[in-house]
């Protein structure tokens, strides 16, 4: 009788540390259990202009189970230098890609070569790539023709159509990037039957503030335009320090530029909404990498117009300032 119950004894005691085990396995299991990687390459990681895409990635991430890197960079990387720590990712685990590409022109293999190892999502801007009939890839950006046309029409509307002998001076961003020539297009072909002149467009990423002087020393404007959230922070610090200070109007997204409109140095920005942006960045790699059939899609994500009648306006504010749950 001992014996049995010894062996009982035994037994359950076997039964419990199996138990325990296997319990102790799935849980370690579930703690690194696929959650899927996502790496987001991108020009000067920790801008404030990216502040409120991030948390739209980051908002993604949490509803999708998806462990999210923001890979941090410097300003102004070549498309070798993102090439590098996109495939450094790769390698390190990442099972989807955010790219903000520095150049649209030339990338067709480098697009192919990423898309091959990983799910990839461009940003911000389009740019050259083979056919992809698997879905691999795609892109969401804003319609960029339609936005600097938006611009332009901001301009019209602050001078009430009465430009004849304006001087505008553009800021046009990277050029290399199919979104600012998209842009610059836009813009340009609105404005040209306006009556004002262009007196100057100009874009320098290292010393844009200097230039920007020596240009208005040169070709003065009444009205400075930046097609980007940099060049608009650049245009009002300029405006700042004038006695008579240019017009100022542009694409912003920046916490910097907010108060800069607040403030009326800044007279009308054009925002793009790009916690949505960041938001469905994530989320589309999350579908593709949870159902290898469901393809990429490109996508264009909605813009507005903000003013300081407007600045405060709970829409706006959605957009400007989104909260992460």
């Known amino acids: 009788m001992k014996n049995r119950n010894l062996f009982i004894l035994v037994v359950a005691i076997l039964l419990f540390i199996t138990f325990a085990a296997s ?9 690194r259990e696929d959650s899927p990687e996502v790496s987001v390459v991108i020009d000067d990681s920790g801008s404030g202009r990216w502040t409120t895409f991030i948390s739209g990635l980051e908002q993604a991430a949490k509803d999708n189970n998806i462990k ?5 960079t410097g300003k102004n990387l070549s498309l070798s230098q993102q090439y590098k720590l996109i495939n450094e990712e790769i390698y390190d685990g990442a099972d989807g890609i955010v790219f903000q590409v520095n150049s649209s022109r030339g990338t067709e293999n480098m697009i192919s070569d990423i898309s091959n190892k990983a799910v990839l999502l461009l940003v911000d801007t389009s740019a050259d790539t083979d056919v992809d009939v698997e879905g691999r890839s795609a892109c969401i950006q804003v319609d960029n023709v339609e936005l600097g046309r938006a611009l332009a029409n901001e301009v019209r509307i602050a001078f009430d159509n009465k430009l004849d002998g304006k001087r505008i001076g553009i800021i046009t961003g990277n050029l290399r990037q199919n979104a600012l020539a998209e842009r610059f297009k836009g813009f340009t072909e609105n404005i040209e039957t306006s009556g004002a002149e262009i007196a100057w467009s100009d ?8 230039r920007v002087v020596r240009r208005q020393n040169e070709s003065e404007a009444d009205i400075i335009v930046a097609l980007d959230n940099n060049g608009l922070e650049c245009a009002a610090e300029y405006a700042q320090k004038q006695e008579s200070a240019p017009v ?4 912003g997204i920046s916490i910097k530029n907010v108060s800069y409109l607040d ?4 007279t009308s920005m054009v ?3 790009e916690y949505y942006m960041g938001y469905q960045s994530v989320a589309a790699i999350a579908r593709r990498l949870d159902n290898k059939l469901t393809p990429m899609e490109d996508e264009k994500i909605p813009f507005r117009v903000v003013n300081r009648d407007n600045l405060f ?9 989104p909260v992460v749950h």
Do not use: C, H, K, W
């Open 23 to 31: 319990t102790s396995a799935l849980i370690l299991s579930g703690m």
């Open 68 to 72: 999210l890197n923001v890979v941090s």
């Open 203 to 210: 874009y320098d990423p290292v010393s844009m503030a200097d």
């Open 248 to 251: 100022i109007f542009g694409v």
């Open 263 to 266: 403030d009326g140095l800044i």
């Open 271 to 273: 925002v793009p909404n």
């Open 313 to 321: 306006d709970e829409s706006n504010q959605r957009i400007l300032f």
